[in-house]
């Protein structure tokens, strides 16, 4: 069983692409809604999470990807938009409140992702349908060692 590491965060607003709140009309009622049964064909329910991304900043720390838990290469997702590949790793997160959840963190990767980057500090994470999360809010993140690691720029 891997370690699990933390690094304090901040929720910060994205592109609001995945949950379709930027009314983007190639991707009607978002990204994630239209990749969730790819995901579900290949075996990763997505159902018990909130159909959208919280967005995260690590900063000053960044990511480095270790061992995802799953990957998926080559994801025709959309009729004409291209193929992407997609990872996906355990995470837990710990809100100033001290609530807890469970979710995964979402990771489209850059090499594959047509456009809607992100910046090196910042994760985008599925966590099941929560109240009171707002932009500016602060909580510790921890994902297993194995899979991902925190460090300086």
């Known amino acids: 069983m891997s370690q699990w590491q933390s690094a304090e965060a901040v ?17 009607p009622n978002g990204t994630l809604r239209m990749q969730m049964p790819y995901f579900k064909s290949l075996g990763l329910d997505l159902s018990p999470y909130f159909i959208g991304t919280i967005n995260l900043s690590i900063a ?11 990957t998926f290469r080559d994801l025709k997702w959309h009729p004409v938009e291209p193929a992407e590949d997609f990872s996906f790793f355990d995470a837990k997160v710990e809100f100033a409140s001290g609530s807890r959840a469970e979710g995964l963190i979402y990771f489209p990767h850059p090499d594959t992702k047509p456009e809607h980057f992100q910046a ?6 599925l966590l099941p349908k929560m109240e009171n999360i707002e932009y500016g809010g602060e909580l510790v993140l921890s994902v297993p060692g194995d899979q991902m690691r925190f460090g300086q720029a």
């Open 11 to 27: 929720i910060v607003q994205g592109h609001r692409v995945a949950s379709g709140m930027n009314g983007n009309p190639r991707f």
């Open 60 to 70: 000053p720390l960044v990511y480095q990807v270790v061992q995802p838990r799953v």
């Open 120 to 125: 090196p500090d910042v994760l985008e994470l």
